[in-house]
């Protein structure tokens, strides 16, 4: 980040001097690809490290133009002392030996893997810095460097048509694959939930863990985020369907619908469920998203076209009147359609302008 503050100096005249300074925020280089586990046991994925001498743990290097035998020193040149020893030899042959040693040693967090003057060498450092932080002018073009890397517990997937779910900025999804530490997720929707507009976080990320756990956990900013029950359910309002001889209710859901203190029919928007009128006419009711995927309504599908109900709609019927006689029941003020082919309702798209039916056709379609 670059911050420039404006300097007056008074001469003659007035000269406006820009002086700039840099900030170096620290940040973790991300992970490239997977955190997989070695033949020590360790966790390690690739990652574009770079490292000032202050980070450096031990740089073991070929001999100059092969002649004698690999050593490793420490930032200031001399012995490597690290625990347990490093088998120059054996780091130095390729970047799977360089990755075994920063493994097996006790406080390093990152190894590069290059060569100088046709010669290998291993850097174990203390941990894996951006080219800015360890103010490394050029790119290096041919390092291959690893770092220690954490994962997050996979995120629990729950089905609904109004659950909303993660997409994240990693390969795989984070409910099959366990998400790498810095992976970032963002909800398929948002809704209010509550009258919270915030109920729905707009992003979540894998940390690392804390307190020595092998673990990372998911958060939102600072405040742990549980994957177990990350998938919500944006509700539609409770929606009562009266018990009549013309009106029967079937739902996928063993759990609705559910008899509400007048006897009647209540659902939740948690299933779809048909509302079936006269034996004869079956018209699904559902709970879905709008289009923008901010807020969820009622549906209904009659006359091959989706059917979107009020806001305000709290009673559905095979006939207006079961609704208007249950005085804790709200029907919308649009009347119902009395032929096959609404005449009156108006499609999802594009969005209607007067209220929908609150009452089903008494017709086949």
């Known amino acids: 980040v670059e911050v420039c503050s404006l300097k007056m100096l008074r001469t003659l005249g007035v000269l406006v001097v820009l002086a700039c300074s840099s900030i170096y925020v620290s940040a973790v280089p991300k992970c ?41 020193k420490d930032k200031d040149g001399g012995e490597c002392v690290i625990v347990p020893a490093v088998d120059p030899a ?25 060569q100088i003057i046709n010669a290998n060498r291993c850097r174990l450092i203390k941990e894996c810095q951006s080219q800015q932080e360890a103010a490394v002018p050029t790119p290096c073009t041919d390092c291959l460097s690893g770092r220690n890397c954490h994962t997050c517990p996979t995120l629990t997937y729950t089905a ?12 795989g999804d984070a409910y099959n694959n366990e998400a790498v530490e ?15 507009d ?36 944006c509700p539609c309002s409770k929606i009562t369907i009266p018990k009549s001889e013309d009106t029967n209710l079937f739902c996928d859901s063993a759990e609705q619908p559910v008899d509400d203190a007048n006897g009647n029919w209540e659902i939740d928007g948690s299933t779809t469920c048909d509302v079936v009128c006269d034996g004869q006419i079956f018209i699904p009711i559902s709970c879905k998203f709008n289009e ?6 009622w549906h209904i599908a009659y006359g091959g ?40 309702a108006t499609p999802t798209t594009p969005a209607p302008t007067t209220a929908a039916p609150t009452t089903a056709p008494k017709d086949k379609p």
């Open 32 to 72: 490239i690809g997977e955190c997989n586990s070695g033949d020590q046991g360790d966790y390690m994925c690739t990652s574009e490290c770079y490292t000032s001498n202050e980070n450096l743990l031990c740089s073991c290097e070929d001999p100059p133009f092969g002649i004698g035998e690999a050593a490793c």
């Open 90 to 114: 054996a780091a130095v042959n390729d970047e799977a030996g360089c990755r075994a040693a920063c493994a097996a040693a006790d406080d390093c967090g990152a190894y590069i893997f290059d």
């Open 160 to 171: 609904g048509a109004t659950n909303i779910h993660w997409i994240c900025d990693s390969s």
């Open 182 to 196: 810095g992976t970032k997720c963002t909800p398929t929707h948002r809704c209010q939930i509550d009258g919270d």
């Open 198 to 233: 915030e109920a729905i976080p707009a992003e979540i990320e894998c940390k690392s863990p804390e307190g020595g756990s092998d673990m990372g956990t998911w958060s939102v900013g600072d405040t742990p985020f549980d994957e177990k029950n990350c998938d919500t359910q």
């Open 292 to 297: 923008d995927g901010t807020k969820t309504a």
């Open 305 to 344: 076209q989706d059917i979107i109900l009020d806001e305000n709609t709290k009673c559905f019927s095979c006939s207006g009147s079961n609704c208007e006689e249950d005085p804790n029941t709200t029907a919308a003020t649009t009347k119902a359609p009395t032929t096959a082919t609404p005449t009156t």
